[in-house]
């Protein structure tokens, strides 16, 4: 069962000022759904991806339950070449996940003026425990060099709320 009363990322709350009124929102790798409901409860019209399932299937019947603008799919975006659309998404949420392959479709998939949340574990962090695999862990100044083609609005590296990560929020220019 997914638990939509689940605290929203720290970060995502923290900087909502950066986030459009309202628009398409992409959760990419949403688990149980903690910041699509919270997106959704904030005017996002909410497509909501992770290879989960059954995490899927709660999200998709609590959505509906709740009458909330949510499509919930099962997708494993570290499996062939993804397709994320062009210019389709106000708002792209990433927390705790990272695949590196998937950056360039993440900035083709943000609309000119979309905004960009990404947060995830740096390399530190494999000293406290999960993850310790270097496949999911930034390097020193990984993050921000991979938004490189965006505007920066908001960053971190450190230690927060007790991770190691490193967190974004940027937008596409509007060329």
């Known amino acids: 069962m997914t638990d939509s009363t689940a605290t929203p990322s720290a970060w995502l709350v923290a900087n909502a000022t950066f986030l459009p009124p309202a628009g398409v929102a992409l959760d990419v790798a949403c688990g149980r759904g903690r910041n699509t409901f919270w997106l959704a409860a904030h005017g996002f019209i909410v497509e909501a991806?992770?290879?989960?399932?059954?995490?899927?299937?709660?999200?998709?019947?609590?959505?509906?339950?709740?009458?909330?603008?949510?499509?919930?799919?099962?997708?494993?975006?570290?499996?062939?070449?993804?397709?994320?659309?062009?210019?389709?998404?106000?708002?792209?949420?990433?927390?705790?996940?990272?695949?590196?392959?998937?950056?360039?479709?993440?900035?083709?998939?943000?609309?000119?003026?979309?905004?960009?949340?990404?947060?995830?574990?740096?390399?530190?962090?494999?000293?406290?425990?999960?993850?310790?695999?270097?496949?999911?862990?930034l390097e020193p100044e990984e993050l921000r060099a991979r938004a490189a083609d965006l505007t920066l609005l908001a960053d971190r590296e450190g230690t927060f709320e007790g991770r190691d990560v490193a967190s974004i929020v940027a937008r596409k220019p509007m060329r």
């Open 49 to 137: 991806i992770d290879r989960n399932a059954e995490a899927i299937a709660a999200i998709a019947r609590e959505a509906a339950a709740r009458q909330l603008a949510v499509s919930a799919t099962v997708a494993d975006l570290e499996i062939g070449a993804p397709d994320l659309g062009e210019s389709r998404y106000d708002l792209i949420l990433v927390v705790n996940y990272l695949h590196r392959p998937l950056f360039p479709q993440l900035v083709a998939a943000l609309r000119p003026g979309g905004v960009l949340v990404y947060e995830t574990f740096t390399r530190a962090q494999a000293r406290r425990g999960k993850p310790t695999n270097p496949a999911f862990l």
